[in-house]
């Protein structure tokens, strides 16, 4: 058998994430191939080529040229049924999540998505994927017929753990032609909003709310354990989605990634949206009245208690000290 | 223009989640429901897309029979009528399942838009919006935070990672999976509420459901990362207690 990376780039740039789906991958102990779709993408076919891996395939087509979802299943359904991997490995950005539903369903092959884990099973894989918000874990096996598709969870696996090869693997291509007509979605550029006010990913200490928080004038009891710990405040994505909050302001998937000295999570459940933007927060702190709250899986101190009362407390104390 | 809303119910953040005794799915007997929250997104951006360009909303649910809840409450926001694919089997069903029940159920009403949420909150697949365009042989577009119809055609905005978006053009019909936040919800009025007493749910019968193609062998509380340090007692102890550790263990305070 052998497994599929299917690479992600985005203007000849190769997303990182590449590299812990080719972690996730080589885990497999499979033969490993590695697909590389777009146009004028040799960099990058060349930057993947030092993983431990078989070969490298480059998909190349000027109707690739810009991502669409209908480019992309036009190509990987034509690659898939061409190469018939056992296993199609991709990470889970929001890129895989547009077009990869629709590959699966036109290969009619099991799709799993945001896997944090995998094992064998006798002659069959266990992936681990979060389900409730990542309240809970599930252990889930794909059925049907090979290739099962899988979706690596961003940050479940390590960049740098990746096995690079001797010497370069070979760098072949795929004789596949993209019908650009058959592509009915039309990208404009990407953009940023307007300029962000603040970089929280320079930030040495952040306080960061939640849904927990219950109302914007609540805001001010955050407010002010940021000033007593000289940190800046930041949420989660229902807070700014409610307007209470900027959306520069924002830490998750769709927001800011941050690594700071101090993370203090106040209200925030920790939907794994959140945790992608934090967990990397040298140290964690988490309030939350809901022990089971997946924020604790990532916090090296927690409090279980009603944060409008432990707050203050923290506050004063920092004041005394 | 002729818009389908997919929700779907899920149960409410607030209910303590409890494992089944096969650890297969959780005990939602006795469970309290909502609206999946990026579908209550969906449901708002249809009224309004209708507010502008006429037509009508239509919700489509694949989900057991106290779906009925969501059903009521999205009429009562004001959609005009609704289909329901009735089956207990969905509760838990995989995407492929979902979409080929809400495929079959709406196929043939030749709807101009089809919005979803962009995942549910309890399986959180991110897949039933996607492979139903496939199936429906519609052009899609995903994480979408604005919507505007120009000359019968779409032009969506696409919420890429770490704060890029993205313009897409793209002919109707379509179907778009919405973000959360894109506007701000309206909840049913008392009017609505009365008003959705009348308003049809077709019930939709059920496709010969196929083997699923993803099955749960257990479900089980996630495993830490890190060994956190509860810090107990009341308030003020243990914030003295987090200070202290903060100052003395992690050196992350002067």
Redesign the interface.
Known sequence: MSVLVIAEQRGGTLNRATWETIAAAQQTGEALHIAVVGHGVDAVAAEVAAARCERVLVVDDAALAEYT??GF?LALSALIEQEQPGLVFLPH???T??????L???LK??????VTAIRKDGDRF?YVR???????????????PPPHLVTCQIGAYRADSAARGDAPAAIGKAAIAVDAARI??????????AR?AVDLSQAA?IVAVG?GIKAQENLKIAEQLAQA?GAEVAAS??I????WLP??RQIG?????VAP??YVALGI?GAIQHLVGM?GS?????INKDA?A?I???????????LF??V???V???NR? | MKIAVCIKQVVTREWQLRVNDQKTWIRDADASFELNEPDAYALEEALRLKEKQGGEVVVCCAGPARAAQVIREALARGADRAIHVESDALAAADAATIAAALAAAIKDEAFDLVLTGLQSDDQGFGQVGVVLAETLGMPHATIIMEVQVQDGALRVKRELEGGWFQWIALPMPALLTIQSGINQLRYATLKGIMAAKKKEIRKASVPSLGEPVQQILSLYLPQKAKQTQLLTGSAADAARQLIAKLRDEARVLQ
């Open positions: 979802a209908d299943v950005t929001y890129q999540r547009d077009f990869a539903p629709a699966a369903a036109r092959r099991a799709l799993v998505t945001d266990v979060p389900m409730f918000q990542g309240k809970l874990s599930a252990d889930v096996a794909a059925g049907g009915r979605q039309r990208p404009e550029a990407p953009f940023k909003e962000q200490r849904r710990f994505r229902p700014c989605d409610a307007g959306m520069d998937s769709s927001g800011q990634t000295k101090l459940s967990k040298r140290t964690i702190v988490a089971d997946p604790f899986e990532v916090a090296d101190y927690g409090i279980v208690g009603d009362e432990v203050p407390a923290i004063a104390e920092l000290a």
